[in-house]
């Protein structure tokens, strides 16, 4: 590999990389260490400090670090959060989706796959007969929300848990996709505390 003298380049963008050398004490390695031992406990002391402070009923205004028991108490999650798909139905339960293959069109990753089918009920033009999302090859990009005319697509379950032991279960079919998510997970009905929109 040829040497490059990154002093003497003929392009001068201030957007360029330039080579940064390591010094003496970056070479050392063990004031970096003692660095950042120094800021963790740094944090530490005041996280400490904030919360023995607020046993005593002082520093009420001042918000230390906090760790959630995970899985007994779950962190609030933001209501613009994209969590897993669900597919929306009408009041009499069947599917809103019209199979007008939008989201399947949009999607980058070619996650989505639509057969259509013709309605048996002669008013409606055509639903999905299969509707499957490869949820290992999402992205959660949102486009299908986006671009879905009938609103039958939304991401607003707020679940975080979509692992598997098994790939095959990772594709998400029609009945999976319209089935109600109740507990954790399920979809927000209150907007989330202020302090968390801060």
């Not at 740094?42 to 046993?55: E, L, Q, S």
């Not at 949820?135 to 005319?149: D, H, T």
Request: net charge neutral; proline share 8%; charged share 25%.
């Amino acid at each position: 590999m040829a040497n490059i003298d990154y002093n003497n380049l003929k392009t001068n963008y201030e957007t360029s990389v330039q080579k940064v050398e390591m010094g003496l004490w970056e070479k050392i390695y063990y004031p970096e260490v003692i660095r950042g031992l120094l800021l963790t406990t740094g944090h530490f002391v005041r996280n400490m400090t904030v919360h023995i402070a607020h046993v005593f009923g002082l520093a009420r205004n001042k918000r230390g670090a906090v760790t959630y028991q995970y899985p007994e108490e779950r962190r609030p999650i933001h209501r613009r959060y994209r969590g897993r798909h669900r597919l929306m139905k009408k009041p009499d339960g069947s599917e809103r989706c019209t199979a007008c293959m939008l989201c399947e069109t949009i999607c980058p990753t070619q996650c989505i796959s639509i057969i259509p089918q013709e309605h048996p009920d002669p008013a409606v033009e055509k639903h999905p007969a299969s509707y499957e999302i490869d949820i290992l090859r999402c992205c959660f990009c949102g486009y299908c929300v986006e671009a879905c005319p009938c609103d039958a697509i939304r991401m607003d379950t707020q679940k975080v848990e979509i692992a598997n032991w098994d790939r095959t279960r990772m594709v998400y079919d029609k009945e999976y996709l319209m089935t109600d998510i109740t507990g954790p997970g399920a979809p927000p009905e209150n907007d989330p505390p202020l302090w968390w929109l801060q």
